[in-house]
């Protein structure tokens, strides 16, 4: 079996498992908040969150923590397919229309930020940092290009189930920064 049949075969099973853990563990998210760490929050800094789909860990709770805080929040956008995700401010006045993969995002009048922190969802990760995303890179394609342009910070968001002993990886992967999971904060050296 090829890494991209091992991937591929991975993202079938987490994808259910993921949905189960979310029906499981419905106070996760606010866990999670709770356990970000203070060190990570830096106001006037912008926190990259999501809209959760398939069963990711909803990060409207760290949201809520960020803002609160004084961080900027910005939502991921797909422009081009195949291309680094651009990140729009979120506020409550934010006008969201479908990106280029129908997924919901600010729409071209939200500006245009570059993220500090950058909060990503996956499927599965390991104890070194790696992610198993849904497979179209676009997380990878983009925290490459940011680490380029100067220093940023990315954390997976995920439940502690989702954690597994080894996941495979290729030159193309980019690792994360951190877990943060609803049992706590971990960083990754």
């Excluded at 106070?27 to 789909?53: I, M, N, S, T």
């Excluded at 280029?100 to 990503?120: F, I, Q, W």
Aim: glycine residues 8%.
């Amino acid at each position: 079996m090829t890494p991209g049949d091992l991937k591929s075969e991975l993202r079938r099973f987490w994808r259910v498992r993921r949905r189960e853990l979310a029906r499981l563990h419905p106070d996760a998210p606010a866990q999670a908040a709770e356990a970000f760490p203070d060190a990570l929050v830096r106001p006037g800094h912008c926190a990259a969150l999501y809209h959760p789909l398939g069963g990711e860990m909803d990060p409207g709770p760290l949201a809520e923590r960020l803002r609160a805080h004084k961080m900027g929040i910005c939502l991921p956008v797909v422009e081009k397919l195949n291309a680094p995700l651009i990140f729009r401010s979120w506020s409550a006045h934010t006008v969201f229309v479908p990106d280029a993969l129908g997924v919901r995002a600010p729409d071209p009048r939200s500006p245009e930020t570059r993220p500090d922190l950058v909060v990503c969802p996956l499927l599965a990760f390991d104890g070194k940092g790696h992610r198993l995303g849904q497979g179209g890179g676009y997380y990878d394609r983009t925290l490459h290009q940011l680490r380029l342009e100067g220093p940023i910070i990315a954390v997976g968001l995920a439940f502690a189930e989702q954690e597994v002993e080894a996941l495979p990886a290729d030159a193309l992967d980019q690792r994360l920064d951190g877990i943060l999971t609803e049992t706590g904060y971990r960083a990754f050296s």
